[in-house]
């Protein structure tokens, strides 16, 4: 057993991802098992770790070690792809496919896609993403760290929208704390506070914020003091740094005054690397020097203890339920031999509790798989999908601004996250990219395509336009709120299956008008910042694009922001949601479903610190509920 | 005249003329580490006379274009793929959602399988020979992906490599004379 202390390096123990045969892990008992090893799954299992408690975690993704030279093997891959999109650093496994944004496309009722992973029925198609390797998603996620606001616990009650969480903001306080350390949060408080958000008196992030970039002061020129008016109130707009998960400079006033240590590289020197962020402008599809958090950090520290064993290449295929009591009694798993080849060998792995890591589409898929859907009283399993909208507004600054430079995004404008108006529009955030107009046309590689093929440019006439063009682009990406509507589903057809046999996720996701009524908002936002900003407005919409939506008349491509959830909502009712707030199994006793799953609404933050948050108040639960199960029994009087 | 002479000749005779068509110099080109790659790229690609016709013909051509972004990028794109804003898109680093699609029509005659798309790679000098099937479309090597000259032209870094440091986002951008 190897002791584990913040200021050593964190060394992923050799071999940990393929000592444990998935024959093994079956033929022993489990206090639990947790499927998936990504930021969910790795907090719960080092949180069950340290109560001591003895934890599988069944993993799709391929057997390898997420030791240096993995990591390495990952940015190799990245450099050397043809299509860099945000799975390019990581290896096709046809056994346990991930969803690609290139897969995206235009689809009918009546021609669904199947030849992807994600099944798409619907003219709207996503083109989210998520990652299954050790790490999860958490491995290509940009790593912004930001709190919900407390009115986006109960805004069914202030606003007469969505619906309202069984936690408040208070209650989930101390967690976020925790999560802020864990993930290595970089902000400032009194950048942080704004729109009711609070934090405890003296309480400091454990490290201070990014720097905001060039691109961001310029911007800022622009933006701060601006006024405008919605719904009747006046709101000020400003420049405000996002928290992020990635190593800056620690805060010596964190904890007391104790400081923080940063968790650098995992398995090498932080010295070498992992320390603070370098700006790499890469955080996706992958930081180089894991100066970003990624889940292997904390799934190092569990692995570390001794009590805690992977089991890699088995992919969850169905949980077995008690018909009579309803708790579940295994999870079948499928335990492919090797990337390539599709053989594979079953077992049934068993635990007293049983949690699962997934994430919303996964964890849905496999309960639907499971035929769950039927025993459960809400029958809302896989309804409520929801993914931030993202809004692409794009122009020309009128000087180069340093675009392509420094963390994906270090600032944005929070000031419509919340309001009033959300009554009847969408709330949301504004990015601002650092990383030009790549996300909206694929800057900068089109900008040189269509200079030197085009416009018939060379030489030093081209060096020239090049540098002039990129480093004016300034890019604004909306995250819109999407409230949870029964009809977005995860749902699965016995018609599409994967290699392994199991059944594919078919998702539907429509972008309602409430929605679509906060994009409007932010179109015409964007065309007054850019005015401002004296940009020339180079924003175009094809209504002919897998993501056109048609509102009041007008054409707009929405994207998918990658922020999946709700497809397991939590709520105070077994009729209306399917965990509570601890994130149990309204319908099976021994089971957590902890996840961004369980999130009854997004709000305008991205998921992970919420997740995280989530991830370990439940752990607190699900350490209560295995005492409780392993307690010898006691005569009660 | 040996053939190695003549090889090594012609060579230095691609770099030259790449110093012209890119705007950057001689010295830059050779500083990139990749000029023999490069050379072999468009040879094994185009044929052993490839070289000699990119210089003597007219800047416009869609093979000198491709050299243009060889160098800029480390990417082949075939001159069958000259003003394909698509594939640009595709190989371009970064957030991809917006990436387009890839439709069965539009698809360049190359393996862009989900396997070679996420950068399962050929062993290396597994490209295509002259006289075996072309390649429209592929990254030279990891590496030629960091040494890119658009990096450069831009003021900035390879996105993922080469990073310029913690903070170094906060102050102006500079651009080389030249």
């Known amino acids: ?637 | 005249m040996t053939e190695a002479t003549t090889t090594d000749e012609e060579l230095r005779a691609f770099v030259k003329f790449s110093a012209t068509m890119t705007g950057f110099s001689e010295f830059d080109l050779w500083g990139t580490g990749q000029a023999e790659a490069y050379y072999d790229a468009v040879v094994n690609q185009e044929g052993p006379d490839a070289i000699e016709r990119a210089i003597a013909a007219d800047p416009s051509d869609p093979l000198v274009k491709s050299i243009i972004k060889l160098w800029y990028v480390g990417v082949w794109y075939g001159p069958e793929l000259t003003g394909r804003m698509d594939v640009a898109a595709w190989t371009a680093p970064g957030r991809s959602g917006a990436k387009p699609a890839v439709p069965d029509d539009s698809q360049p005659e190359t393996d862009l399988s989900p396997a070679a798309a996420s950068g399962e790679r050929r062993p290396e000098g597994q490209y295509a020979r002259a006289g075996d099937e072309r390649i429209p479309l592929f990254v030279v090597s990891p590496d030629a992906y960091t040494e890119g000259l658009l990096w450069r032209a831009i003021g900035a870094h390879p996105s993922g490599a080469k990073a310029p440091g913690y903070g170094s986002w906060a102050t102006p951008p500079t651009f080389e004379n030249f």
């Open chain 1, 1 to 637: 057993m190897t002791s584990y202390d913040d200021a050593d390096p964190v060394i992923f123990p050799a071999g940990a991802a393929t000592q444990t045969s998935a024959a093994q892990a079956a033929s022993e008992e489990w206090d639990a098992v947790i499927v998936g090893g990504g930021m969910a799954g790795s907090i719960v299992a080092e949180q069950l770790s340290q109560s001591g408690h003895k934890v599988l975690i069944v993993e799709a993704g391929p057997g390898k070690d997420l030791d240096l030279a993995e990591y390495e093997s990952y940015l190799s891959r990245f450099y050397g792809a043809v299509v860099k999109d945000n799975q390019s650093p990581y290896p096709f496994n046809p056994n346990a496919r991930m969803p690609r944004s290139t897969d995206t496309m235009p689809v009918g009722p009546d021609t669904p896609r199947d030849d992807f992973y994600l099944v798409q029925e619907d003219k709207y198609c996503s083109d989210t993403t998520f990652t299954r390797v050790l790490g999860g998603t958490s491995m290509h996620w940009e790593g912004k760290a930001l709190r919900m606001l407390p009115e986006d616990f109960d805004l069914r009650t202030k606003y007469g929208q969505g619906l309202n969480w069984p936690l408040s903001y208070d209650d989930l306080e101390p967690y976020y704390r925790q999560a802020e350390a864990e993930l290595g949060v970089s902000a400032e408080v009194e950048d942080q506070a704004y729109l009711g958000m609070h934090f405890p008196e003296g309480y400091v992030f454990p490290m201070h914020r990014m720097p905001p970039s060039y691109l961001d002061q310029t911007v800022a020129r622009g933006v701060d003091g601006m006024r405008v008016n919605l719904a009747d109130d006046d709101y000020t707009l400003r420049v405000r740094s996002f928290p992020q998960a990635r190593n800056g400079v620690p805060n010596a006033a964190y904890d007391g005054g104790k400081g923080f240590v940063p968790v650098g590289a995992v398995s090498t020197s932080q010295v070498e690397e992992g320390e603070r962020c370098q700006g790499n402008t890469n955080c996706v599809p992958i930081c180089p020097v894991q100066a970003k958090y990624h889940a292997g950090k904390t799934l190092t520290k569990a692995l570390s203890r001794g009590n805690v064993t992977i089991v890699t290449q088995a992919v969850a295929s169905k949980v077995e339920i008690d018909e009579q009591d309803r708790r579940v009694t295994g999870i079948t798993i499928k335990n492919y031999h090797s990337l390539d080849s599709e053989s594979y060998d079953t077992y049934t792995v068993k635990g007293t509790v049983y949690v699962l890591c997934a994430h919303a589409i996964e964890n849905a898929r496999l309960m639907l798989a499971s035929d769950m859907q039927r025993m459960s009283r809400s029958k809302l399993i896989g309804c409520n999908l929801m993914d931030h909208a993202y809004l692409l507004s794009w122009g020309l600054l009128p000087e180069p601004a340093g675009t392509m430079r420094g963390t994906s995004c270090t600032s944005g404008i929070t000031d419509l996250r919340g309001g009033r108006f959300r009554g009847t529009q969408a709330g949301f955030g504004v990015d601002i990219h650092n990383d030009g107009w790549g996300w909206a046309t694929g800057s900068p590689y089109t900008d040189l395509v269509e200079l030197v093929d085009k416009q018939g440019l060379n030489g030093k006439e081209l060096r020239r336009t090049l540098g002039n063009r990129i480093s004016r682009q300034l890019l604004l990406a909306f995250m819109i709120d999407l409230l949870p509507e029964r009809s977005n589903t995860v749902t699965v057809d016995e018609r599409y299956k994967d290699a392994l046999g199991n059944l594919k996720p078919v998702v539907s996701l429509k972008i309602p008008p409430y929605t679509m009524r906060g994009a409007a908002y932010a179109r015409k936002l964007a065309s007054d910042i850019f005015k401002r900003l004296g940009a020339e407005e180079m924003t175009a919409y094809d209504k002919d694009r897998y993501s056109a939506v048609e509102h009041d008349g007008q054409w707009y491509n929405i994207v998918g922001g990658n922020h999946l959830a709700g497809t397991h909502i939590m709520g105070t009712d077994p009729t209306t949601s399917v965990v509570d707030h601890t994130q149990q199994s309204w319908d099976h006793d021994n089971l957590y479903l902890v996840g961004p799953g369980s999130l009854p609404s997004i709000g305008t933050s991205n998921i992970s610190l919420t997740m995280a948050a989530l991830a370990y108040r439940s752990s607190t639960h699900i350490v209560r509920y295995l005492r409780a199960a392993k307690a010898p029994a006691t005569v009660r009087g």
